[in-house]
């Protein structure tokens, strides 16, 4: 689906295992109720992505994500790729290979972003 909304529910406190698109698809986090809320996504596709992930706290500028995920490129050098801390509410995993991304919230408003990502595009985190 190009557009998956999350529950709390379904959701919240597990792993949650994204496979193979046939689209680029937007993941949409349910807003915090309080601190403490806690999400985890890997890919485990049979091959290279061919599409993008995408995180997004579904809010325009008042939820915002605060750290960075660390990016593999698939010749084996990399970087990190930070949010701005207040504004940033999408992250773009840019076909994928792997990744392992945490999102845990701080408030009703800030959520602490941390992970890793192979990919041979660096990803974004964005408003």
């Known amino acids: 689906s190009a557009a998956v909304t999350l529950t709390k529910a379904a959701n919240q406190g597990r792993v949650n295992v994204a496979g193979d698109l046939s689209q680029n698809s937007t993941y949409t986090i349910p807003a915090a109720a309080a601190a403490g809320e806690w999400y985890n996504f ?5 091959a290279d992505e061919a599409h993008n992930h995408i995180f997004s706290l579904g809010t325009s500028n008042t939820q915002f ?3 960075n995920v660390m990016w593999v490129h698939d010749d084996g050098t990399g970087d ?3 949010s701005n801390g207040t504004s940033n509410e999408l992250l773009t995993l840019v076909t994928p290979m792997n990744y392992n991304i945490h999102l845990l919230s701080k408030s009703t408003t800030e959520w602490y ?3 890793s990502v ?3 595009t ?6």
Do not use: E, K, M
């Not at 890997?42 to 049979?46: E, F, I, L, S, T």
């Not at 660096?122 to 408003?127: L, Q, R």
């Open 118 to 120: 192979q990919s041979a």
């Open 42 to 46: 890997v890919y485990v596709g049979a």
């Open 122 to 127: 660096i990803p974004t985190i964005a408003d």
């Open 65 to 67: 994500y605060i750290g």
């Open 113 to 115: 972003l941390w992970g």
């Open 80 to 82: 990190s790729v930070f």
